[in-house]
T-cell receptor, first 114, second 111 residues
Framework: ETGVTQSPTHLIKTRGQQVTLRCSSQ?????VSWYQQALGQGPQFIFQ???????GRGNFPPRFSGLQFPNYSSELNVNALELDDSALYLC?????????????FGPGTRLTVT | GQQLNQSPQSMFIQEGEDVSMNCTSS?????WLWYKQDPGEGPVLLIA?????ELTSNGRLTAQFGITRKDSFLNISASIPSDVGIYFC???????????FGKGTLLTVNP
């Protein structure tokens, strides 16, 4: 069974640019969540996708957007990058939305904004 | 964004010692989770708790869901060098998607 994979591993962007991060969910998992983890902090919830629809969002501005595809893979898009967007971006997948179906995290994409 | 109060921030212990860390929240949670994160990796789920008062073990790890539903603790017994890493607590409330994390406890084990 393949786990959650993310690409790219590392990325360097300039302030004002746009970035797309990608996530392939674990086999059989149809729900994907994205988290931002700043250095020295715990992960912060960005949003969740279920059946290709966003069904939950954290306290992040609209320039953070996402997509989920029919194969349950997902993208996180960030427009107008700011220096504070530098962080580890984590994707997590789970089967459905039942409380006891826990989510499993990928290794993350390290984004540096200069 | 909101983060849970996790303590201690860091611990330096000798191999073989027991470790205890805890997490508190101002909000009630329906689920408490404990994760471990190694450098360059995503968090790995260690223990999940779903009922107030629940005590669950996973090998040398034991975690409890507080009766008030606003706290949880994690114990590690007889620590070994591979226990080194950052431990995070996470809670989930009425909405069944969003996890709220603590800031983490950095554990260092001296052989």
């Amino acid at each position: 069974e393949t786990g959650v994979t993310q690409s790219p591993t590392h990325l360097i962007k300039t302030r004002g640019q746009q970035v797309t991060l990608r996530c392939s969910s674990q086999s059989g998992h149809n729900t994907v969540s994205w988290y931002q983890q700043a250095l020295g902090q715990g992960p912060q919830f960005i949003f969740q996708y279920y059946r290709e629809e966003e069904n939950g969002r954290g306290n992040f501005p609209p320039r953070f957007s996402g997509l989920q595809f029919p194969n349950y893979s997902s993208e996180l898009n960030v427009n107008a990058l700011e220096l504070d967007d530098s962080a580890l971006y984590l994707c997590a997948s789970r089967r459905g939305t039942q409380d006891t179906n826990e989510q499993y995290f990928g290794p993350g994409t390290r984004l540096t904004v200069t | 964004g909101q983060q849970l109060n996790q303590s201690p921030q860091s611990m330096f212990i000798q191999e073989g010692e027991d470790v205890s860390m805890n997490c508190t929240s101002s909000s009630i949670f329906n689920t408490w989770l404990w994760y471990k994160q190694d450098p360059g990796e995503g968090p790995v789920l260690l223990i999940a708790l779903y009922k107030a008062g629940e005590l669950t073990s996973n090998g040398r790890l034991t975690a409890q869901f507080g009766i008030t539903r606003k706290d949880s603790f994690l114990n590690i017994s007889a620590s070994i060098p591979s226990d080194v890493g950052i431990y995070f607590c996470a809670g989930r409330g009425g909405s069944n998607y969003k996890l709220t994390f603590g800031k983490g406890t950095l554990l260092t084990v001296n052989p």
